[in-house]
């Protein structure tokens, strides 16, 4: 592990070298609510003053716990709260709406530890932050720095407060049996992301997101709670647009695409965002699947690979599976080059068609495709259900990274077997 990180790979603080590196145009968060004295705060407003030396910032934002007159060099926006929680997802949403990556905060030399705690569990690999603790003279004797253990436990708490998770939409398979089955996928409302391209219930972590761990945790807690599984035990399939699939009680591999199981009360899921969230549901033995297929996994046959993983594993009978695909991008609105849309067009040649964009590109239809694998290997098209295979790019409740870019939300498709 980094000496510089925590046991997740994540930064504890950003070294000096890395501050003095760092651009005279990042963002300015300056901390005048842990200590609102007069004293603390004319001498930060002074260091502020000093380290702007006439540079213009990209934004300024001052941290208050009550109404404060300030007096700056350039405009400067205030967050007001008492709680310091709040300042800082608010700070963190205004940074992230205007794409801002690279910010220093300025606060007393007594909150700076404090300060870097917060802001290793609000923030995320992609903002690159530093704090700078000022050895204020004279600071008030009374004051008391909040307690650093309790950070990760205040964010938690502070996340449950935001949005609203009535919000939480589950889409459900008439065709998988809810006596045996919890089994679902779910649109994007009722999180706690705010950047509009991932808010609000994005359900991955990844290092392109602005996201922190424990906004992802709570996302997946009220998916729980509103579908009725334990997030605690959870587990999705950590893709790599292949084929590869884990089957759980097994060591995993590094990633897999699809994940198997006959174990009752774990939930399993792939992520989706454009690419399809596949369910499959052995009807007779309770073992169930869940497999992402984008066109690679589509084109490698990932959906065959789990529904093979489930025969192989469980004994599985393909005639007894129900399978279930979720939102996935509409073949209209999707285009690949027409070398790597060649083992769909083998499948039915009507499952592209030329793109009127790009010269040797054709349109595909993943969802037809994956519905062709799992015929040809057994399953019986009555068993098979597209009902909740929505175009992720026309339906704006759904995540997509086509329509949407990057950073992207996720959304998921789950499945566990009820004992």
């Not at 959906?303 to 192989?312: G, P, Q, S």
Request: aromatic share 8%; glycine share 6%.
């Amino acid at each position: 592990m980094c000496r510089f990180c925590d046991n997740k790979n994540r930064p504890l603080f950003i070294c000096e070298d890395k501050q003095k590196q760092a651009s005279m145009n990042d963002s300015i968060i300056l901390d005048l609510a842990t200590d609102a004295s007069e004293t603390t705060k004319d001498y930060l407003i002074t260091t502020l003053r000093d380290k702007l030396n006439g540079h213009k910032r990209q934004k300024i934002i001052a941290l208050c716990a009550r109404e404060m007159e300030l007096i700056l060099p350039q405009s400067i926006e205030t967050i007001i709260s008492t709680d310091n929680i709040d300042l800082c997802f608010k700070a963190k949403s205004l940074m992230d709406a205007d794409n801002i990556r690279d910010f220093v905060l300025v606060t007393s030399l007594m909150m700076k530890k404090y300060w870097e705690t917060v802001f290793l569990h609000m923030f995320s690999h992609v903002h690159n932050w530093s704090v700078r603790g000022v050895d204020v003279p004279n600071q008030p004797s009374g004051l008391v720095r909040p307690e650093v253990d309790l950070v990760e436990s205040s964010i938690k708490n502070y996340f449950q407060t935001v949005g609203n998770p009535d919000e939480v939409k589950i889409l459900r398979s008439a065709l998988i049996p809810s006596d045996k089955f919890n089994a679902g996928f779910h649109e994007r409302c009722g999180g706690v992301s705010q950047l509009p391209p991932i808010a609000s219930l994005n359900t991955i972590y990844t290092m392109r997101k602005p996201d922190s761990q424990l906004a992802i945790n709570e996302n997946r807690r009220r998916l729980g709670q509103a579908a009725g599984f334990d997030p605690e035990q959870l587990k999705v399939a950590r893709v790599e647009h292949g084929k590869s699939i884990w089957v759980v009680g097994k060591t995993p591999p590094a990633y897999y695409d699809g994940i198997v199981t006959n174990m009752p009360g774990i939930t399993i899921a792939a992520p989706g965002a454009d690419c399809s969230m596949i369910l499959l549901a052995d009807t007779v033995t309770g073992a169930c699947g869940a497999v992402h297929a984008g066109w690679r996994g589509t084109t490698l046959g990932a959906v065959r690979a789990c529904l093979k993983a489930m025969v192989d594993e469980y004994h599985t009978n393909p005639k007894d599976v129900v399978a279930a695909i979720g939102p996935t991008v509409d073949g209209k609105c999707f285009d690949l080059p027409a070398v790597d849309a060649s083992p769909v067009h083998e499948l039915d040649p009507s499952f592209t068609w030329p793109s009127e964009s790009n010269i040797d590109w054709v349109h595909a239809d993943l969802v037809k495709a994956n519905v062709k694998m799992l015929e040809l290997d057994g399953v019986p098209s009555s068993n098979i259900d597209t009902s909740n295979a929505y175009c992720t790019v026309c339906n704006k409740q759904f995540f997509s990274h086509r329509r949407d870019g990057i950073p992207f939300g996720n959304q998921i498709g789950f499945i566990s077997y009820k004992a």
